[in-house]
T-cell receptor
Framework: SQQGEEDPQALSIQEGENATMNCSYK?????LQWYRQNSGRGLVHLIL?????REKHSGRLRVTLDTSKKSSSLLITASRAADTASYFC???????????FGTGTRLTVIP | EAGVAQSPRYKIIEKRQSVAFWCNPI?????LYWYQQILGQGPKLLIQ????????DSQLPKDRFSAERLKGVDSTLKIQPAKLEDSAVYLC????????????FGSGTRLTVV
């Protein structure tokens, strides 16, 4: 089974609202990464948070990591229609250097 | 900087036929990955190379899938013979050995097996 599970599976919001997606995983990790995928395209790396970090920001993105709960969240503030995409969390497990992806959250931002 | 190049973009084949996908990673990226993404799911790792050596192929169905990375640059992934359940997008990605900058993915090859 895949390492991560995102919640919710789908999210629909109005432009300008904030979007929050959650990710849970099962084993100890080196880092956790978030990727974005537009329909029919490859994945784009958004942000990486290491296991010893609790929060990280990049532009309108805010990521938190709670290793005790094995969970992470991605917050997109002031959403735009162009943010419409699928968002995946991916974990690099301790002792490995490849990524295991979750099931993804499909975000729709309504103009 | 040029991205990860993949070809073909789309492929339709009949079951039991063979197919090959090609990937050219970002220059200088030692690590190359092939992922399979079935519709509605997250990508699943098939094989990981570092330079021209295999690091992890534990999830590669070796009875029908094969991959190589000659000279530590380009890579090909082959399926022979294809099954209906192989219909998916095959994504190639590359990264530096230090993965703190994340992976760079190609646009993928969408395979339909009929």
């Amino acid at each position: 089974s895949q390492q991560g599970e995102e919640d919710p599976q789908a999210l629909s919001i109005q432009e300008g609202e904030n979007a929050t997606m959650n990710c849970s995983y099962k084993t100890s990790i080196n880092n956790l990464q978030w990727y974005r995928q537009n329909s029919g395209r490859g994945l784009v790396h958004l942000i990486l948070i290491r296991s010893n970090e609790r929060e990280k920001h990049s532009g309108r993105l805010r990521v938190t990591l709670d290793t005790s709960k094995k969970s992470s969240s991605l917050l997109i503030t002031a959403s735009r229609a162009a943010d419409t995409a699928s968002y995946f969390c991916a974990t690099e497990q301790t002792g490995a250097n490849n990524l295991f992806f979750g099931t993804g959250t499909r975000l729709t931002v309504i103009p | 900087e040029a991205g990860v190049a993949q070809s073909p973009r789309y492929k339709i084949i009949e079951k039991r036929q063979s197919v090959a996908f090609w990937c050219n990673p970002i220059s200088g990226h030692a690590t190359l990955y092939w992922y399979q993404q079935i519709l509605g799911q997250g990508p699943k790792l098939l094989i990981q190379f570092q330079n021209n050596g295999v690091v992890d192929d534990s999830q590669l169905p070796k009875d029908r899938f094969s991959a190589e990375r000659l000279k530590g640059v380009d890579s090909t992934l082959k399926i022979q013979p294809a099954k209906l359940e192989d219909s998916a997008v095959y994504l190639c990605a590359s990264s530096l050995v230090d993965t703190q900058y994340g992976y760079t993915f190609g646009s993928g090859t969408r395979l339909t097996v009929v």
